[in-house]
Structure formats: C-alpha cells, structure tokens
C-alpha cells in the first residue's frame, strides 16, 4: 500500500478592479498544487506504474477580464479573458508509449516548466426570437522537460502538448429549437520527448454540429438531439496508434419527469 501523505498546499488570491463604472477585472494568484496518482496510473494492468511519485505544482496567473453591457437591439453583451500563466511541475505524470504497439506506461517527469497564454473572447447577441452566442478559445503553451541538462530532449516540449490549439463555438436558438456548431484544432506535436522529425505529428481538427428540439406532452419533457461528429471526415489520431473516427452520427432523446 502507498504511505499517507500529508502536503501543506497554500494559495493566494488578489483582485483588483482600476475603475468602478468600466467591468475591468485583474486577479493574479497563487496555488501550490498536489496530485496523487490515480488507482489506474499505479495498478491498470501493463500500463500503471506502481513506483509513480505524486505531481506537485507552483502555479502563477495573471488574469484580465473584461465585460461590457449593450443598450442595443441585438448585441447584448462581450466578454474578454485572458490569462498568462507559468507552472512549475515536479515529478508530473503523463502517459508515455513504451515501445510496443498499442503499450503504453505512466512515469514521472522530473520538472517540467510550462508557460502558457489564454484568450476566451465571447459575445451574446439577440434577433428578435433568436438568441445567438459565439465563443473561441485560443491557447498558446509552452511545456518542456527541464530534468536532466545531460539529455538530448533537455527543454524540448514533452509529448503530445501542442504550442497551439484553438476552438470556435457557435449556438443558435430560436423558439424549441437549437443549433450548435463547434470547430476544434491542435496544432503539430511530438510523440517522443526528443523533438525531431520523425516524430514529428500533424494537427488535426474537427467540425461538429448538433441540432436540438425541445417538446413538452403533458409533464412530460422531451430533448430530441441529432449529432454530425466529424463533419469533414478528417482521418487524424489523436495519440500514436489509436485512430479516431471519421464522420459519424449519433442520435440522443432525453426524458425529464
């Protein structure tokens, strides 16, 4: 059995608004973060590793948000996000391929060091009976391996965490009816802790869209959803040997008494 483990995890908070009529917020703060390994990391059959040290993490953001409120007819509101983060990871966990196909373990990496920038733009809008709300996300993350100088993959960015990835979300509704369409992209990545060519992987990115309708019988309430996944059929893998799926559908009815 693994010892119990006591761990002193401080965080602090501060926030500040610079004027009180303008919906502008910055908040910095602190955490010092502690993970254990999860019962599959330690014991999943060929995959957990029982020798796994649990992840600690210094954690430092600045955030920036903003807010604005409309009077007019259709835009009803924006809102801006945006955060610069750098993280400091002893001993972190990640799933790493041992060799073999479809084989993989969990293992400790002895410092990571991630620098990360976050920006969430959002805006709801209003057409008479239809309400609209568009949301991206971009995120560019720097995460490298910083564990033994004597290495080649010293600084190189660990495996399978992109620079870039991105997302566009888009929900139409009008009366019982909604309509969603979501665009996801990660940019190129490496599949081994040394960043060189051949292990090198594409990005990839998807088209989904999902149309809902809502129906009451009595007490009844009813959500018909049908889902187009993968609307462009783009033939990626998300992780070296495992393929997703092209287009596929899917067909969902809910039913609240």
Same mark, same amino acid.
């Given at each position: 059995?693994?010892?119990?483990?006591?761990?002193?995890?401080?965080?602090?908070?501060?926030?500040?608004?610079?004027?009180?009529?303008?919906?502008?917020?910055?908040?910095?703060?602190?955490?010092?973060?502690?993970?254990?390994?999860?019962?599959?990391?330690? &014991?999943?059959?060929?995959?957990?590793?029982?020798?796994?040290?649990?992840?600690?993490? !210094? #954690?430092?953001?600045?955030?920036?948000?903003?807010?604005?409120?409309?009077?007019?007819?259709?835009? #009803?509101?924006?809102?801006?996000?945006? *955060?610069?983060?750098?993280?400091?990871?002893?001993?972190?966990?990640?799933?790493?391929?041992?060799?073999?196909?479809?084989?993989?373990?969990?293992?400790?990496?002895?410092?990571?060091?991630?620098?990360?920038?976050?920006? !969430?733009?959002?805006?709801?809008?209003?057409?008479? #009976?239809?309400?609209?709300?568009?949301?991206?996300? &971009?995120?560019?993350?720097?995460?490298?391996?910083?564990? *033994?100088?004597?290495?080649?993959?010293?600084?190189?960015?660990?495996?399978?965490?992109?620079?870039?990835?991105?997302?566009?979300?888009?929900?139409?509704?009008?009366?019982?009816?909604?309509?969603?369409?979501?665009?996801? &992209?990660?940019?190129?990545?490496?599949?081994?802790?040394?960043?060189?060519?051949?292990?090198?992987?594409?990005?990839?990115?998807? !088209? *989904?869209?999902?149309?809902?309708?809502?129906?009451?019988?009595?007490?009844?309430?009813?959500?018909?959803?049908?889902?187009?996944?993968?609307?462009?059929?783009? #033939? &990626?893998?998300?992780?070296?040997?495992?393929? /997703?799926?092209?287009?596929?559908?899917?067909?969902?009815?809910?039913? /609240?008494?």
């Amino acid at each position: 059995a693994s010892p119990n483990r006591h761990i002193w995890s401080p965080a602090l908070f501060i926030s500040y608004k610079p004027f009180s009529q303008v919906g502008w917020h910055i908040e910095a703060f602190y955490k010092h973060c502690f993970r254990m390994p999860t019962f599959n990391d330690l &014991y999943y059959t060929e995959i957990g590793n029982a020798y796994l040290d649990p992840e600690t993490t !210094n #954690q430092y953001t600045i955030r920036s948000s903003y807010t604005k409120q409309f009077l007019s007819e259709w835009m #009803q509101s924006v809102n801006i996000q945006a *955060d610069v983060y750098y993280n400091e990871v002893k001993n972190k966990i990640i799933a790493y391929p041992k060799g073999g196909q479809f084989r993989w373990t969990m293992l400790n990496l002895g410092t990571v060091k991630i620098k990360g920038v976050e920006i !969430n733009p959002k805006a709801v809008m209003n057409f008479g #009976q239809l309400n609209a709300i568009l949301q991206l996300n &971009y995120t560019w993350q720097q995460a490298l391996d910083c564990t *033994d100088p004597t290495e080649e993959y010293y600084k190189d960015q660990i495996p399978y965490i992109p620079r870039h990835s991105g997302s566009a979300i888009t929900m139409l509704e009008w009366k019982q009816w909604q309509f969603n369409y979501s665009f996801i &992209y990660v940019g190129e990545r490496y599949k081994r802790s040394a960043n060189l060519p051949e292990f090198h992987v594409q990005p990839w990115y998807t !088209n *989904d869209i999902s149309v809902s309708r809502r129906l009451q019988t009595g007490k009844l309430r009813w959500l018909f959803t049908g889902e187009v996944n993968n609307l462009l059929n783009q #033939q &990626y893998e998300v992780v070296e040997n495992y393929p /997703m799926p092209g287009i596929n559908f899917k067909l969902i009815i809910r039913l /609240m008494i």
